[in-house]
């Protein structure tokens, strides 16, 4: 079983920067492939970036996040981030971290444990 806490949302301006942190407890984190989503109203949940497991050497990030956020991992620490820069009005919407055992997800479907979530707002 793992539990996962998102941290580090709030309410920016357009252009801003955020990093967002999720922390997991229960055992072998590293074990565990990292995703980040999002939900803006009334729309459905999105994949924004995932991490593989172990050393992460393989990253994944929808086109509409490619070269402003950047997913990472610190085993040590129990902990990915997602770092936001040059954020816009669009991505605007709850963030969500999710876990997926030893096995690249291809869906958010996929993944086995999510976080409650931590809103990020970008202000024009």
């Known amino acids: 079983q793992v539990q996962l806490v998102e941290s580090g949302g709030g309410l920016v301006q357009a252009g801003d920067s955020l990093r967002l942190s999720c922390t997991a407890s229960?055992?072998?984190?590293?074990?565990?492939?990292m995703g980040w989503l999002r939900q803006a109203p009334k729309k459905e949940r999105e994949f924004v970036a995932a991490?593989?497991?172990?050393?992460?050497?393989?990253?994944d990030y929808a086109d509409s996040v490619k070269g402003r956020f950047t997913i990472s991992r610190d085993n040590a620490k129990n902990t990915a981030y997602l770092q936001m820069n040059s954020l816009k009005p669009e991505d605007t919407a709850v963030y969500y971290c999710?876990?997926?055992?030893?096995?690249?997800?291809?869906?958010?479907?996929?993944?086995?444990?999510w976080g409650q979530g931590t809103q990020v707002t970008v202000s024009s």
């Open positions: 999710a876990a997926r055992s030893a096995s690249f997800p291809a869906t958010p479907a996929d993944y086995d444990y």
């Open positions: 229960g055992r072998a984190f590293s074990t565990y492939a």
């Open positions: 991490i593989s497991w172990s050393s992460g050497a393989i990253t």
